[in-house]
């Protein structure tokens, strides 16, 4: 158990301090940041992502779509952002990480923020404490 335990930790830290987790996760925001590509998200283009997920436009992304999005998508974040776990994000479950993401209602979401968040998720969901 202990030696399970030891092992998600260390597969965690590894994860998390890679160098490439980071040029994963710039490369995510690039994806996302286009319409402008400004350096900031916008709900706008949080929304394009969400529905780009939800190919069959029912306002629920299953794990399947959410799976088929990028790198970021398959590192099993899947968990952290179906908040009250159903198998399902919502509209509203995308909405809650966006502004955990930005930190308050309206501030901008930048790269650093959105790295920060993805970094600080990577803990969580590696059992290393965010
Ligand atoms: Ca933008
Ligand atoms: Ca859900």
Redesign the pocket.
Known sequence: MLRIIAMVFFAGMALSQAPDFEALAAQSFARVDRDPANGVISTHELDAVFDSMDSDGNGEVLREQFTQGDGLASLGFFNYF?????????KS?MDSIRLRMCGAEGSPLTRAKFVRFYAAALAAISGVGA
Do not use: A, P, R, W
């Open positions: 179906d908040s009250n776990h159903d198998g399902v994000i919502l479950e």
